[in-house]
């Protein structure tokens, strides 16, 4: 077991905070408690109370700058390792359960939250802590089922005298884990007063909670302890949506095996007079070893694990995974292993995302925007992702003027020694820490930047060029895709690959129809005849609710543009993609 390293835990935020951003944002809404992943601007964060002069020393400095990217991860995955989760009665009495927990330590956070039952999540300040309590803990008994006995950190917690031991008690408050459907969004949203304010609404609606974010990295560190029954040095960490400041309440959680400590244990003891090394399997490739390893791990969780259902090996995938199903969490799972260029990715957003607060109100807008009329979804197809869309968003970012966020290749000149990284021959070098990076001189509203999202997308030349973040400028296409976004490390690959033409001129009608609803609305007359406007009126699918409307629309100008770039996507031929090929 990993020792403690006296990292300090997030305090949990309850209550409602003040919405982030500029104050064109409007001062009278209230956002949902939250500190999201350790940075300023997009959530509050409390100042933890830590025992001892130099850590107390060190978390000061810490907190009077922005936090690292690998500061939150190893903070969230200390964090998670002293905590544990327990299913409990529908009538609880709280005060009674806490006080029971408190005899094995000190509770330093909990909260509650419905998943097939009430689920208490606790947080002891010390690890020890858990090693007590599962001391106390009895085994299931084998009557009726037989047990595997692998004694996990999730409990069910069972009152011998129901009637009297729940008496006055009152209802837990629950942590919602799921966003509000968009037709209720849609009522909330009429009541701002501006686009800004509407768009910060749906952030706050829609971003992770703190308490989600600690449940995501609670189940990264149940699925830790069964990989290091085989490797002891290995950590499980999610990345992607959960850490990088754009992931939605509901979304999957993706995870990766990791075994850098391994591997830095090796350099270090190479490093004396002699050689001395582990005998270890080898094999021929990285793939194997990975597939071998996820297969193991696969069957570990299907035969042994708690709650982890679903068990999917996909093994044969560019990136192999295993997908399965956290009952105690309610959250989908993706392991794959060591997935370092993703991660590098993760924290390439997590910066951005950083960096200004209008940066995630704009990626959460757009995206709902997206699923709404059907432009992204959950199931692979020919669709922009989710992932592609957000890089849009920072594409359009970088070309505002002055820019909202820097392009990669200012981000590399920015790096020191330590933030150098080449992963499998590819560059991945940025600055990591974001006081380094100077604010932007750009003070335009989320009000102006939607509207010019659509319009910019809506004209934007796809037949001949490409977007490339790394230098923040459109380029020559290097291939035939309908859609080529750059990857911003791995610059042979084109995230947006999948996209096909139908789905591409699909997504520019819809930008065009939304730009030019957003230049020609009346928001006075809309809000005296209580109809959607702004942001709300783009939430509704178009032609759907108001047909009549829609069918009017369809006439003017907005339409006759639309048709118009459409007509041109449709000349985009054979002869035509070689000849841009060509250029």
């Known amino acids: 077991m990993a020792h403690r390293t006296g990292g300090r835990a997030l305090s949990l935020l309850r209550g409602r905070l003040p919405l982030p951003g500029p104050a064109a944002a409007g001062g009278g809404c209230a956002a949902r408690g939250q500190a999201q992943l350790g940075f300023s601007g997009a959530a509050v964060q409390r100042a933890p109370q830590v025992a001892g002069a130099e850590e107390a020393g060190e978390d000061a400095e810490v907190s009077t700058r922005k936090k690292t990217f690998t500061e939150v991860q190893t903070e969230r995955s200390e964090q998670a390792e002293r905590t544990v989760l327990i299913k409990c009665p529908q009538k609880l009495n709280e005060k009674k359960l806490l006080q029971y927990l408190s005899s094995h330590g000190n509770i330093k ?70 966003h509000i459907p968009v037709k209720d969004l849609i009522p909330k949203l009429c009541h701002a007063d501006s686009i800004s304010s509407q768009m910060y609404m749906l952030l706050n609606e829609y971003q992770l909670t703190e308490e989600n974010i600690k449940l995501r990295y609670l189940a990264c560190s149940l699925v830790r302890d069964f990989a290091r029954a085989y490797f002891p040095d290995s950590t499980v960490k999610p990345f992607g949506s959960s850490v990088n400041t754009f992931g939605k309440l509901g979304c999957d959680v993706d995870m990766f095996l990791d075994f850098y400590d391994t591997q830095k244990h090796a350099t270090k003891m190479k490093k004396g007079p002699f050689e001395m090394e582990y005998q270890m399997k080898r094999l021929p490739s990285e793939r194997l070893a990975t597939q071998k390893i996820l297969s193991v791990i696969g069957d570990c969780l299907d035969n042994f694990g708690p709650g982890c259902i679903g068990i999917q090996k996909i ?80 594409f359009f970012l970088q070309r505002r003027s002055p820019p909202i966020i820097p392009t990669l290749d200012q981000l590399k000149e920015l790096a020191d020694e330590k933030d150098k990284h080449v992963i499998g021959g590819y ?77 591409l001129e699909k997504f520019v009608a819809v930008a065009r129809e939304s730009a030019w609803i957003l230049q020609n609305e009346d928001k006075t007359q809309q809000t005296i005849k209580k109809e959607p406007w702004g942001l709300a009126a783009l939430l509704i699918p178009f032609g759907k609710s108001n047909a009549s409307k829609m069918k009017n629309r369809m006439k003017g100008i907005g339409s006759e543009t639309i048709r118009s770039l459409l007509d041109s996507l449709k000349l985009n031929s054979a002869n035509s993609l070689q000849k841009a090929v060509g250029k």
């Open 427 to 503: 560059d991945c070098s940025f600055v990591t820490d974001l006081s380094k990076i100077k604010p932007t001189k750009n003070t335009e509203t989320l009000d102006v930047l939607l509207g010019d999202f659509f319009e910019f997308f809506g004209n934007f030349d796809f037949r001949r060029n490409s977007l490339n973040l790394r230098k923040g400028k459109e380029v020559n296409k290097p291939e035939s895709s309908p859609l080529y976004i750059w990857n911003p490390f791995e610059q042979d690959l084109n995230i947006s690959k999948n996209v096909n033409q139908p789905q």
């Open 109 to 178: 956070s909990h909260f509650f939250f419905e998943n097939r039952g009430i689920h208490a999540l606790i947080e002891f300040s010390e690890k020890n802590s858990i090693d007590s309590l599962q001391d106390a803990v009895g085994v299931p008994s084998a009557a009726e089922h037989h047990v595997v006995p692998f004694k996990s950190r999730l409990f069910t917690f069972t009152l011998k005298n129901p009637v009297s031991q729940a008496a006055g008690g009152t209802p837990v408050h629950l942590s919602p884990q799921f």
């Open 315 to 394: 093994l044969n995938a560019r990136c192999p995974l295993v997908k399965f199903s956290h009952q105690a969490t309610g959250f989908q799972c993706d392991l794959s292993v060591s997935n370092s260029i993703a991660i590098k990715s993760s924290e390439l957003l997590y910066i951005y995302g950083c960096l200004d607060p209008r940066v995630r109100a704009l990626v959460f807008s757009v995206r709902c925007w997206a699923r709404v009329h059907g432009l992204t979804n959950s199931v692979p197809g020919t669709w922009i992702t989710n992932f592609s869309l957000t890089m849009m968003v920072m």
